[in-house]
């Protein structure tokens, strides 16, 4: 391994607010069925990561509460990678299918009692291809969206920017001006197959 071709240097908005592995693991757990697996890591280079995993039957999320004030142009920006190939699924539409290789998601509270909550779940799929979008199986209050799939490298850094006021127009017509939490996820609770995901940071940049 040549270290110098594993270092990435991020140029730093004016305001960018920077969320860094180390931080990220003390993330609220939220369990859907049984825990994921989060660890703090660092390649052999020494750049940190964050090392997400599931096993059979495991699903739970990293979640961090705040709310964000946010224009039409803030980005959302993160950088993950795949250790190994993505795992197949059945039908990522489906509910048996709703298992996915990484997925970072964006929550924004609405309604009495926040009943009218949306979020956008950007995932890594394993059939559908980037660009495609439709409703969480388990509530159509949530909508998945691919931004990687199996044709992305392996083992390489992917940095994904999506502008998140834009986002939630597109795809739940709704006009918003904060958000009010971010998520990182892997599960295995639907397909029972191990899967794994690298994360190096999540930025919102105004």
């Known amino acids: 391994m040549v270290c110098a071709f594993a270092i990435f240097y991020f140029p730093v908005a004016a305001s960018a607010q920077t969320f860094f592995p180390s931080e990220i693991v003390n993330w609220h757990s939220r369990s859907f069925s049984g825990d994921s697996d989060y660890q703090y890591k660092k390649t052999p280079c ?61 929550v924004v509270k609405r309604g009495f009692l926040n009943l009218a909550t949306r979020a956008i779940n950007y995932v890594w799929t394993s059939k559908e291809p980037v660009g495609s979008s439709w409703e969480n199986p388990f509530s159509d209050q949530a909508i998945m969206l691919s931004v990687a799939d199996r044709g992305a490298p392996v083992q390489q850094w992917q940095t994904i920017h999506r502008y998140i ?27 029972h197959t191990p899967r794994a995901f690298h994360l190096r940071q999540i930025r919102i940049i105004p």
């Open 165 to 191: 006021k834009a986002d939630f127009k597109r795809y739940h017509g709704i006009d918003v001006d904060t958000i009010d939490g971010i998520a990182v996820m892997v599960d295995c609770d639907n397909e």
């Open 46 to 106: 020494g750049t940190p990561y964050l090392e997400a995993s599931c096993k059979s039957g495991n699903a739970s999320a990293l979640f961090h509460e705040q709310e964000i004030s946010i224009s039409k142009e803030t980005t959302l920006e993160w950088t993950w990678r795949l250790p190994e190939p993505a795992t197949n699924n059945q039908d990522e539409r489906s509910k048996i299918g709703d298992d996915f290789n990484a997925r970072i998601y964006v």
